[in-house]
């Protein structure tokens, strides 16, 4: 198995308040992403990381921010949580092959309520 | 943007089974991968395919670029494949999924 663990496992918040996750891998893969899984839409793209301080947006990232100072941790914060970030999000790694993609390595996850 | 439909939507079927899902999408892409995600809610990657067929154990995924489409088969299906596929298709930029395919496997 890929080395990729999300922390917090479990988190449960209040309207209004910031909350940080964080990715890390022991892969020292280049590539890492933010994904939030919801019944109805199922997977959706939030941030996307291409190595240290390089980040762009998903199909999902408005209320989200990401950083990575590290090539090993990926941070999702977001800055005012609301009740519709209540969401499983998972984290991904990957290593762009030549090709231009390879597998996507996903982490345990962390499931958010914001109350 | 790319969108992602998988059928069906929900599948059960007896053990021992054939089972095909299928998978399509509307932009070209780099890759197509098969996720399988069982109760409890881990994401294992099963297959990343640009063209022709991959197969693994009793799995076998295909993809035809050209109609932008892709399968997924279980031979001798078994209880312990019950679980939700996913097909995702997209690059290093990120992937965008379909929203599932819930199979049960009855003994």
């Known amino acids: 198995d890929a080395g990729i663990t999300q922390s917090p496992r479990h988190k449960v918040t209040e309207t209004g308040t910031p909350v940080t996750l964080r990715c890390h891998q022991t892969?020292?893969?280049?590539?890492m992403y933010w994904y939030r899984q919801d019944p109805g839409h199922g997977l959706r793209l939030i941030h996307y990381?291409?190595?240290?301080?390089?980040?762009d947006k998903g199909e999902v990232s408005d209320g989200y921010s990401v950083s990575r100072s590290k090539t090993e941790d990926f941070l999702l914060t977001l800055e005012s949580a609301t009740s519709s970030q209540t969401s499983v999000y998972f984290c991904?790694?990957?290593?762009?092959?030549?090709?231009?993609?390879?597998?996507?390595?996903f982490g345990p996850g962390t499931r958010l309520t914001v109350l | 943007k790319n969108e992602v439909e998988q059928s069906p939507q929900n599948l059960t079927a007896q053990e021992g089974e054939f089972i095909t899902i299928n998978c399509s999408y509307s932009v070209g892409i780099s890759a197509l991968h098969w996720l399988q995600q069982h109760p409890g809610g881990g994401i294992v990657s099963l297959f990343m395919?640009?063209?022709g067929k991959k197969k693994h154990g009793r799995l076998i995924a295909t993809i035809n670029i050209q109609e932008k489409h892709s399968s997924l088969h279980i031979t001798a299906s078994h209880p312990r494949d019950s679980a939700v596929y996913i097909c995702a298709a997209g690059g290093a930029d990120g992937l965008t999924f379909g929203k599932g395919t819930h199979l049960i496997i009855q003994p």
């Open positions: 892969e020292n893969h280049r590539y």
């Open positions: 990381s291409y190595g240290v301080k390089d980040t």
């Open positions: 395919l640009s063209s």
């Open positions: 991904a790694i990957s290593e762009v092959s030549s090709g231009g993609a390879d597998t996507q390595y």
